[in-house]
């Protein structure tokens, strides 16, 4: 299965654009990527997720690459609530079988 | 509209006692999902149910069974736990929209010890 390489931790100001990157060299065609994160203490919520082309939801904007070998989310104004860990996740699709690749995630930090 | 609940919260054990992990969601959703979490690692798929009727193995299925009581409840039963299954149990529900979509909803977890 192909997996997702992002850094283990970052740092950010309050109200300042956060760009997380993702690396996922061995994605395939049919892969999509999804963006979860987890708040201490809680389950994992869905962030954001796409194929191709670049995404804007009400949370975030997803870049993607256009070889689709990286990404990258954009939180627009960071704030406390965002401090989180942010998982990089791919969609495998192997006939019926969709799964999500879990990876070990960025943890975010939000400056006040 | 509660989403996906879990019960117990939390839950110690002693190795070879047998528990039940309840979860329900609310949302009539067709798919769920049970993972664990451990320290310094992601979440890792144990058993999963694309529909009512059907179960599959995850990704670490041993030491664990799964029963879909129906289109609401998904629970997983430890027959004999160990302490390698020290960890926190997420479930989780989606709606298989089709191909890309499929965001998945979680519930709060249950951590659980053996000791």
């Known amino acids: 299965d192909a997996k997702t390489t992002q850094p283990n931790s970052m740092e950010s100001n309050e109200e300042e654009p956060v760009h997380l990157p993702c690396n996922h060299s061995t994605i395939s065609g049919t892969d999509y990527i999804h963006w979860y994160r987890q708040l201490p203490s809680q389950g994992p919520e869905y962030v954001i997720h796409g194929l191709t082309s670049n995404v804007n939801n009400r949370m975030a904007s997803l870049a993607i690459a256009e070889d689709r070998k990286s990404s990258t989310l954009i939180l627009h104004r960071a704030t406390l609530r965002d401090a989180a860990v942010y998982y990089c996740i791919l969609r495998v699709n192997a006939g019926n079988n969709r799964k999500l690749i879990w990876g070990l995630g960025t943890s975010l930090a939000v400056n006040p | 509209n509660a989403g996906v609940t879990q019960t117990p919260k939390f839950q110690v054990l002693k190795t070879g006692q047998s528990m039940t992990l309840q979860c329900a969601q609310d949302?009539?959703?067709?798919?769920m999902y049970w993972y664990r979490q451990d320290p310094g690692m992601g979440l890792r798929l144990i058993y999963y149910s694309a529909s009512e009727g059907t179960t599959d193995k995850g990704e670490v299925p041993n030491g664990y069974n799964v029963s879909r009581l129906n289109k609401r409840e998904f629970s997983l039963r430890l027959e004999s736990a160990a302490p390698s299954q020290t960890s926190v149990y997420f479930c989780?529900?989606?709606?298989?929209?089709?191909?890309?979509?499929?965001?998945?909803?979680f519930g709060p977890g249950t951590r659980l010890t053996v000791t």
């Open positions: 949302m009539n959703h067709n798919s």
């Open positions: 989780a529900s989606s709606e298989s929209k089709g191909r890309g979509r499929n965001e998945q909803y």
